[in-house]
């Protein structure tokens, strides 16, 4: 006898043989006489004779109903005719491998571990020095030090490590040096934000700049060790950053090569200016309302 369909009556005296070797499906519905059964999930060939039992005779069977809280279904014998828990005749037959290698990746835990083994080993400055190809080195365009990393740093940074990581693997000796940019207005601003409005008028020009500096110094730090675990290779520990005295002393030794040269000259020519924060906007960092 297969499974009613749904909304299917059957007239049962006793539960057929071949009731008990069938189970229904999640939401059907049996019809069986003075009694409706519906079901929200799988049920068994002994539900349903049980059922059937019932509502035959009028006597409720003993005992709770099988796949309850605290019912049997976990005790009874299994299809095949055994107890659970006795092992199989056939489980001697059956080679599966042994491997302490985790199912799950737990990412949260590995990564971290993986790293500190990079760091331990040294790997990346190994490879630097064992490599046997020629110097590939390549500058970080550098991110403000402004505040906790975003979405665009992660794909800007992961893309450099991946060729650098290529040419680590072509053998050659490749080298990532990262920077910071801590002059101009988004470090300036994310200090003026954290001020009272009464300290943030009557601050002065050296006050502004040592704020800013600390501001940023912090700010390195916090980005340093979330580059790191992005697991981006590069020498962390020698960053260039542009409020270093070398750095600015570079920076005006090659000015004043181009001035001598003809290249800087004085002129006339429109910018736009930011009146709250008193100072001349780039034009990347106008942003306009909607509907302007």
């Known amino acids: 006898m297969k499974a009613a369909p749904i909304g299917c009556s059957v007239g049962v005296r006793r539960p057929p043989p071949m009731m008990m070797r069938h189970a229904l499906c999640i939401g059907q519905s049996v019809r069986l006489p003075g009694l409706r059964l519906a079901w929200s999930r799988p049920i068994s060939a002994n539900t ?12 409720k069977p003993q005992g709770k109903p099988p796949g309850k809280k605290g019912g049997k279904r976990g005790k ?13 005749p056939y489980s001697s037959t ?24 990079w760091e331990q080993q040294q790997v990346y400055e190994k490879l630097l020095d064992s490599n046997p190809g ?33 040419q680590l693997l072509r053998g050659r000796k490749a080298r990532f040096v990262p ?22 008028r009557s601050i002065g020009v050296t006050e502004l700049r040592t704020k800013a ?51 800087i000259y004085r002129g006339r020519k429109p910018v736009h200016w930011s009146p709250s924060s008193r100072t001349a906007l780039a034009e990347a960092e106008l942003e306009y309302p909607e509907g302007h």
């Open 134 to 166: 020629p110097a590939f080195t390549l500058h970080d365009g550098p991110p403000y030090a402004n505040g906790d990393l975003h979405i665009g740093h992660a794909l800007n940074k992961v893309l450099k490590d991946i060729i650098n990581r290529y």
């Open 179 to 200: 920077g910071w940019d801590t002059h101009g207005l988004p470090i300036e601003l994310k200090v003026l934000q954290s001020l009272p409005e009464s300290e943030r």
């Open 94 to 117: 059956i080679s599966l491998p042994v491997t302490p290698f985790s199912l799950r990746a737990n990412s949260v835990v590995r990564e971290p571990q993986i790293q500190a083994l």
């Open 48 to 59: 349903l004779a049980a059922a059937a039992t019932e509502a035959a005779t009028g006597e």
């Open 76 to 88: 009874a014998k299994s299809d095949e005719g055994g107890e659970q828990g006795v092992p199989s």
């Open 213 to 263: 500096r600390e501001y940023a110094l912090k700010a390195i730090d916090a980005q340093r060790n979330q580059f790191k675990r992005y697991g981006i290779w590069g020498d962390w520990s020698a960053p260039y950053i542009t409020l270093q005295p070398g750095y600015e002393a570079a920076q005006l030794s090659v000015f004043g090569r181009m001035f001598l040269n003809g290249h």
